[in-house]
């Protein structure tokens, strides 16, 4: 393949011993001394992307660090596999498949080909049937079956198309039509059905079954109990087709189910599920915010796209996020980092990154099928600011676990209060502050705290963090800001050499579930051969169902 290096793992490469005796430089090296030797450092290590200012300066690096980081990069054909991604190559290549999902915001005169078809027009017919079904829907001119305009969306889905589109409506709840309530249905568990429906009156709610395979059981389960629903109020089969559309790439499957294909919206297969909520997945969010605003949210992600695409690494945000992730796994050996936006409209975007991440960079093979050798993708996780301060922050300052941190903060807010903005952003500094330079012992007995608790109050520092700030939280931002991350995971599988693009360790547990289904349910007695433990658990269910 021409955009890997040449055979060797990552930590045979040059690049990489040398930032082996960058951290053993700098691993007993205080952020404060870091400061206090650079005047410079500030500004050396702040970055600009499409509007995000990135300060990187409370990092444990230097300015050479990232000069070693990028040189890892080049050394790992980075520049070669960014151009092999935008080139429609089959880069998923334990899958065959391209990894596209950059068409899904590329402007109508821009021709990205793989296979040798340009995949662009496709895109923008897809985006132009949305656009009128969602006007339709926003209008009232699209009725449910006794003609009662829709006033309820309910999204069925899991994984990316659930975590995509709920984190988005989520985050863009303050441009939605506030007249159209939306919910969203992931598990298989009745509850998450029963509760999102209770107070919804079939006869004006659309259902969004959104699967890229339509073969998901939960999605299929769920699918068929929202179709009983319906049926059970109107009591007319034909009702289906004002009721449900299907977002899929198995138009087989959608006609099977009883979905009409002309109410379908398509993708392909050169979409991952977890970069999908810019393709047809993100048809309930176009119902939300309204077409513009979808295409403005696209205009952010395609613009952080150019950046990744165009911009010198060493001024390349997701590329130096990338790099920094490697940097903290490999050599600090940390295991987890946190996402905490400081924006309660960002609730869900940590569960939505945890996917992004960890199906992406949760990988022990190289694209060869060689052991990696290095430690992959870290856990990621988060909770909106302020109240995660409340809640693990005392672990984040104190704990003897280093987790590097992301702030995403903004200047201004969609809903001002009174004080209420720079109070939440006065904390993002502080907090990011109080990691990076704590508090010593000397600091503390000088304001006259007893010598017994002094070690309690001791606040190690040292702890790295990103500021990223920008504006307002708007749908290009939230463009721009998920791209990053996008970026920034491409480029660490890149770096490790791993397939960031297929998950196959999802499929096990699938396939166990549905061969311990039946045994769950059967009225005679099963025989089961699996292990001790799991055998020993499906009789005691099996005896407390008293089957
Ligand atoms: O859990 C594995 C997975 O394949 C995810 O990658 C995907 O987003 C999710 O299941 C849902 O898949 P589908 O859209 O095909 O229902």
Known sequence: MSYRPESDLVNQRPAWAALLAD?????????????????????????DACGIVADLSKHRITPETISDLVALAEQSGLRAHIDAMFAGEHI??????????????????????????????????????????????????????????ISAVVNIGIGGSDL???MAYEALRFYSDR??????????????????????????????????????????????????????????????ARHFVAVSTNAEEVARFGIDTDNMFGFWDWVGGRYS???????????????????????????????????????????????????????????????LPYSQYLKRFPAYLQQLTMESNGKHVTLEGADVEVDTGAVYWGEPGTNGQHSFYQLLHQGTTMVPVDFIGFAQTNNPLGDHHDILMSNVFAQAQALAFGRTAAEIEAEGVPASVVPHKVMPGNRPSTVLLSQLLTPY???????????????????WGIDSFD?????????????????????????LSHDASTNSLINRYRAMKHR
């Open 92 to 149: 998923n290549t334990s899958e065959d498949r391209a990894v596209l999902h950059v068409a899904l915001r590329a402007p109508t005169d821009e021709v990205i080909t793989t296979d040798g078809v340009n995949v662009v027009p496709e895109v923008h017919e897809v985006l132009d049937r949305m656009s009128s079904f969602a006007t339709a829907i926003r209008s009232g001119t699209w009725r449910g079956h006794t003609g009662r305009t």
């Open 477 to 495: 931002r939230l463009g721009t800001l998920v791209a990053l991350y996008e970026h920034s995971v491409f480029t660490q599988g890149a770096i």
């Open 23 to 47: 951290y053993e430089g700098l691993r007993g090296t205080a952020l404060r001394e870091l400061f206090a030797t650079d005047p410079t450092r500030v500004e050396r290590l702040t970055f």
């Open 164 to 166: 995509g589109p709920v």
């Open 277 to 339: 909520m810019d393709s047809a997945i993100g048809l309930s969010t176009m119902i939300a915010i309204g077409p513009d605003n979808f295409r403005e949210m696209l205009r952010g992600f395609h613009d952080m796209d150019e950046h990744f695409r165009t911009t010198p690494f060493d001024r390349n945000l997701p590329v130096l996020m990338g790099l920094l992730a490697v940097w903290y796994r490999n050599f600090f050996e940390c295991q987890t980092m946190a996402v």
């Open 179 to 240: 007249s159209l309530t939306m919910r969203f249905v992931s598990n298989v568990d009745s509850t998450d059905f029963v509760e999102a429906t209770h107070d919804l009156d079939p006869e004006s709610t659309l259902f969004i079954i959104s699967s890229k395979t339509f073969t998901t059981l939960e999605t299929m389960t769920n699918a068929h109990s929202a179709r009983q629903w319906l049926l059970d109020s109107i009591g007319d089969d034909a009702a289906v």
């Open 503 to 527: 998950q196959w360790g999802v499929e096990l547990g699938k396939k166990l579930a549905q061969a311990i289904i039946p045994e769950l349910t059967s009225s005679a007695e099963p025989t």
